[in-house]
């Protein structure tokens, strides 16, 4: 096993041949001469690092299980800056100059494994007693997979594993010489205070549910005590929100630029621009280094094939294999593609048609209301679709303020209907819901569960049908169906929504959530905003494709009226 030597190692500010500047270079669009001030690069402290990882680090797993872990170029830039570069500290102590790094590529790429290398590579060769290191992530399971290759290497390398024992149950790698230690945290930042770390790596740093744990280890490098902690955050792209990801991109993005001059922090940054064709080749090489060596592109192509043909995986296919910061976590509804259906809607054209209706009353503070769908009458016409929603107004002066979503002059233009007060008024719901009853052949109600029984009772007392309302449920059973269904009217242009501009508002903000199994349901949690309507739309479709075929009704002459009216 390589071991560290005391002998005064060469340092130049340049300190490195043409070859060592070229692979130093190798991180795209960063140049770690620019801003190295009083730091030298020492090419022989790079080599020991690089030779540890190429003759005692190994693979534990797939079809290279056993083999030696022989770094690519762009693993070898990694390794030698973080390793290579020194500088002299407050103290007039040598440490290695960088102090924090984020690795951000796409999925695949064999973060994981490197980072595995890089823990022992530190663990066994820097000259530090009592190490304290963590492997971390968002979830425990994501931080044992940095831990279980971390392990795994070091059972397969007899000196590694000579000096030290591992505890399962708690997952942990104690040295017997000093009690250094490498140790499996979650993201429970309540429970840790730090330590006194030296190595930290934070795996899939865009699913950390806060900032928590990133500042209690932050805070805990300020120990005197030790000479150069690091910390070394793993990524593929968050999508756009405010969190710790996206804040350690965008200061790794801004070191690289040269816009801050932070020599102790080091960008390593693979990833697509947004307006590259995200379909070509070329556009994947830039957010997958590995691409053709742990990065089939077999895979890629039938993703990327996938993306194309299924709207709901695009934003999947290029924030986790482009590196791409998406709006949604994952996109549903491409504007694109929704504003092609933007087929006129006549109101008055459709009077006496069958059509279904959906309720969502999920809230009464903020938007609220129902949906009808009329099916196509014969061939060649279309699925139309008409919302009406309601808000408080009071609630909508506030919000349109704040969020700067137009409210007032949507109201104006009829799209939206304004109700007394800061709480939605369901009389008025109500009395608008008779109306279309009258105009319409209302087949069937469907609504949530949640907080409409209530509602459902006024209207069954009134002398709608009990059997016309259809509980339709909010899980993936329920949902999955007609959301693949609207999709499908979408890509084909069936359907006409009239370009109305809150149901566009309200589709650009829809994320949904999917399952195992490739089911999908439009995620309220997830999503950038409002989508009551679509989620109406999606409920009414659902009715219409389980619906019987028309039947001869009363309703389809004088549609549905009260008692005695």
Not at 168 to 183: G, N
Not at 405 to 417: A, D, K
Request: glycine share 6%; proline share 4%.
């Amino acid at each position: 096993m390589p071991t560290a030597t005391k002998k005064r190692k060469s340092r130049t500010k340049g300190g490195a041949n043409t070859t060592w500047q070229r692979l130093l270079r190798l991180l795209p669009g960063y140049d770690p001469f620019l801003q190295a001030d009083d730091c030298w690069f020492e090419p022989e402290t790079a080599q020991l690092y690089i030779d540890f990882i190429e003759q005692c680090c190994s693979h534990i797993e797939g079809a290279l299980a056993g083999q030696s872990f022989l770094l690519q170029r762009w693993q070898k830039s990694i390794v030698a800056n973080l390793f290579g570069w020194q500088k002299m500290d407050a103290y007039g102590r040598q440490v290695r100059r960088f102090r924090e790094a984020l690795i951000y590529c796409g999925r695949k790429n064999g973060k994981t494994p490197l980072a595995a290398c890089l823990m022992n590579a530190a663990f066994f060769l820097d000259d530090e007693v009592g190490q304290q290191n963590f492997c971390a992530a968002g979830e425990r399971d994501q931080a044992t997979l940095s831990f279980r290759h971390i392990d795994g290497m070091q059972k397969h390398e007899i000196e590694m594993s000579a000096l030290v024992k591992d505890y399962t149950a708690t997952k942990t790698i104690v040295r017997h010489e000093d009690q250094s230690f490498i140790k499996v945290l979650s993201s429970d930042a309540s429970t840790k205070h730090g330590g006194n770390p030296h190595i930290i790596l934070v795996d899939e740093l865009h699913v950390q549910r806060d900032r928590r744990l990133i500042d209690v280890f932050q805070t805990a490098m300020a120990s005197l005590n030790r000479k150069q902690p690091l910390m070394i955050h793993l990524t593929t792209a968050d999508y756009v929100r405010e969190s710790i990801c996206n804040e350690k991109y965008d200061y790794a993005c801004k070191v690289r630029d040269g816009i801050i001059n932070d020599t102790t922090f080091l960008p390593v940054i693979y990833e697509a621009g947004p307006k590259d064709d995200w379909t070509k080749i070329s556009t994947w090489k830039k957010a997958n280094p590995n691409l053709g060596v742990s990065v089939s592109m077999d895979f890629m192509k039938r993703e990327c094939k996938r993306a194309q043909e299924i709207p709901t995986y695009e934003n999947t296919f290029k924030r986790l294999h482009l590196n791409i910061r998406t709006e949604q976590d994952v996109r549903w509804l491409p504007m694109e593609l929704w504003n092609s259906c933007d087929f006129a809607v006549n109101e008055a054209e459709l009077v006496g048609r069958r059509c279904f209706a959906a309720f969502d009353l999920s809230t009464n503070t903020d938007i609220a209301g129902y949906g009808l769908l009329f099916p196509p009458d014969e061939d060649g016409d279309k699925w139309s679709f008409i919302p009406r929603l309601f808000i408080p107004r009071d609630n909508a002066e506030k919000r349109e303020y704040r969020d700067g979503v137009p409210y007032i002059t949507w109201s104006r233009e009829g799209l939206i209907n304004l109700t007394a007060g800061n709480v939605v008024d369901y009389d008025i719901i109500q009395s608008e819901f008779w109306a279309d009853a009258k105009r319409y052949n209302i087949a069937e109600i469907a609504f949530d569960r949640w907080g409409f029984e209530a509602f459902r009772q006024r209207f069954i007392a009134d002398g709608i049908p009990e059997d016309k309302f259809i509980s339709f449920g909010q899980g993936f059973a329920s949902m999955s169906a007609p959301s693949k269904e609207l999709e499908k009217m979408l890509l084909s242009r069936e359907l006409a929504h009239g370009g109305n501009p809150v149901l566009a508002w309200m589709a650009s903000n829809v994320s949904v959530d999917l399952d195992p199994a490739g089911n999908i349901k439009p995620s309220k949690k997830t999503s950038t905003g409002r989508i009551d309507g679509i989620v109406m739309l999606i409920m009414a479709i659902g009715r219409a494709i389980q619906a019987p075929e028309e039947r001869q009704s009363v309703y389809e002459t004088r549609g549905i009226i009260t008692l005695g009216g």
